[in-house]
């Protein structure tokens, strides 16, 4: 960050014109969640850096609108500070760092509504000095003490997160809000860090968009509107040839219903057509899950998929856009052989045949061409046990890993691939030429070409079986209609060898699977794919009285059902 605002400053836009927006970020984020500020408390913890520097500016603002705002200087401030006679100039109280034991710290913490945290930024790392983890430790457990809890903003990162690595002092405070400047640090989003930063705020601090500091810059944060933007419309005149056919090879009389849930997870994000492939053992389960999918019965062996079901599935691929293999495919051998002979079908033999007639000019399956794939689940194990498996998959192959699966491809630990999760994927990406989709909390994609995305969401609701065959199911549809990244600019991520890079003003609030909000903030009604303000109509609520209620509320049933059907295809609509 030090070297972007740099070349900032040499361009001609100011540290301090930075700082004031910076502030002003700040107090914007504050007074969002306040809707009634005027003679509530704000405390400014106020570090001797530029962090406290925007601490200070963000309570001037917070004076103006009639906030009463306290800044406790944690350290003292490099004198003459403007930032410190403006913030008196406008009625702001100012505690000096000789506070005997931090009773007038606890004070302030026991009684504000408000407590903005701006005493470290990104030159922070651990050990943390014992003189000012004393200051942090009497506020944090000041605030702890209390019921309700204030409502806690921290300026670029909480202060005691390293916001390279996401390692923590014990001292560190807790955040509802996190407003980071210009870009997300990695630190906010690798955990245990990442626990503490509660809603993430991209503020712009006025940087140019077109600084080469800032274009060298491939990894992104993904935002819900940019991403919104890419997904295709789906017109009224449409069929379900327009949307694609997803080809689903998977299950096992182990795992059965992996393969029902990724055909679910793709109907359900709009595919026109879904065609399951599955040994014959596990279709009799599915069908009636499943009820509008098609199939196609593979050969089996004691209930998994057979050497033969390559030729098969081959067949079928004809004329298919993306294919996709591994979800509750197991791990036998005979699946292992079926997954090389799918990826090399010129050493293959005989082919297998389903059905009753064959034409004698029906391409034999060796010569059709791959579709792209998406490799899932255990068929990415089975892949790391074939060598030289990366240059016998097709050009733009998706990779679809969880940590204990980049294990198996990788060799490296799980705890390493944790310890740097956007780092891993893009390298492995690019050594492996195809796209790498590291799942967990704070899923990285990453591109063959150096580009990589970061989804800042982390979420328990996820953390059950079948979640990732659903997942795959979505991928593999999107992956149908093209959707891609090639189209926008998500906000910008800040990579560990380039602390703070770039990027414009994004929240991250909505009541999605990766909702942040803390306790004190004013969340809206925002639904994943779908702005509820822009919907024409509200959905239509239920009477809950006892007197005259009941056919009103059969009319509102009615009603409902109809409303859900006109918006059930919000993630095709862009929301509107």
Not at 449 to 459: C, E, H, I, Q, S
Request: proline share 7%; with cysteine; net charge positive.
């Amino acid at each position: 960050m030090k070297r972007i605002e740099q070349a900032a400053d040499a361009g001609g836009w100011s540290y301090d014109n930075m700082m004031l927006r910076a502030g002003q970020a700040v107090a914007e984020a504050v007074l969002w969640r306040l809707p009634d500020p005027g003679g509530k408390e704000a405390l400014i913890l106020v570090g001797p850096g530029n962090n406290g520097g925007d601490g200070l500016v963000a309570g001037a603002r917070l004076a103006e609108q009639g906030m009463r705002v306290t800044a406790y200087l944690v350290r003292p401030r490099p004198a003459p500070d403007p930032h410190t006679a403006n913030l008196r100039a406008l009625g702001g109280q100012v505690q000096g760092p000789d506070d005997d034991r931090h009773a007038m710290l606890e004070r302030f913490a026991g009684t504000a509504d408000v407590i903005v945290d701006a005493v470290l930024g990104t030159g922070f790392t651990l050990p943390m000095r014992a003189e000012l983890a004393a200051t942090l430790r009497s506020a944090q457990q000041a605030i702890e003490r209390r019921r309700p809890r204030p409502l806690r903003v921290a300026v670029d990162c909480p202060s005691g997160l390293d916001c390279d690595s996401g390692a923590v002092a014990d001292s560190a405070i807790a955040a509802d809000v996190t407003v980071t400047l210009a870009a997300a640090k990695p630190g906010l989003l690798q955990f245990p860090g990442a626990g503490l930063v509660g809603e993430i705020v991209v503020a712009d601090i006025g940087l140019k968009p077109d600084m080469r500091e800032l274009t060298e810059v491939q990894m992104e944060l993904a935002e819900l509107k940019t991403v919104r933007g890419w997904l295709p419309q789906r017109p009224p005149d449409s069929h379900k040839g327009t949307f694609g056919t997803a080809v689903i090879a998977g299950g096992s009389v182990n795992y059965p219903g992996s393969a029902g849930l990724a055909a679910a997870g793709a109907y359900r994000v709009g595919a026109g057509l879904v065609c399951l492939a599955v040994p014959g053992a596990i279709h009799g389960l599915l069908v009636s899950l499943i009820p509008e999918a098609t199939w196609l019965i593979l050969p089996q062996e004691m209930g998994v998929i057979a050497e033969a079901a390559a030729d098969v599935l081959r067949g079928r691929a004809a004329g298919v856009e993306v294919l996709l293999v591994g979800p509750g495919i197991g791990r036998e051998e005979t699946t292992r052989k079926f997954l090389a002979r799918l990826l090399q079908p010129a050493e293959a033999g005989g082919r297998a045949r389903i059905g009753f007639i064959h034409s004698q000019a029906e391409a034999a399956p060796s010569m059709v061409t791959l579709p792209q794939l998406i490799v899932d689940a255990d068929g990415l194990r089975l892949l790391a046990e074939l060598e030289g498996w990366p240059a016998l998959l097709p050009a733009g192959t998706i990779l679809t890993p969880h940590p204990g699966e980049m294990e198996a491809l990788t060799g490296l630990d799980t705890a390493t691939i944790q310890s740097n999760r956007e780092g891993v994927a893009r390298d492995w990406a690019l050594q492996w030429g195809h796209i790498v989709v590291l799942k967990g909390a704070h899923t990285v994609v990453a591109s063959p070409d150096g580009r990589a995305w970061v989804l800042p969401y982390a979420t328990a609701a996820l953390a059950k079986a079948g979640t990732g065959d659903v997942l795959a199911g979505h991928r593999r549809v999107l992956r149908t209609r093209r959707v891609s990244g090639r189209s926008g600019r998500p906000g910008r991520y800040a990579p560990r060898s380039r602390r703070g890079l770039g990027g414009g003003r994004s929240r991250f609030d909505g009541r999605s699977p990766g909702r942040r909000c803390g306790p004190s903030s004013a969340c809206g009604d925002r639904r994943i794919g779908v702005d509820a303000g822009k919907l024409k109509t509200p959905s239509p609520r239920l009477r809950t009285d006892r007197v005259g209620g009941h056919e009103q509320n059969q009319r509102a049933r009615r009603r409902r059902a109809l409303w859900v059907a006109r918006n059930r295809a919000w993630c095709w609509d862009r929301g509107a």
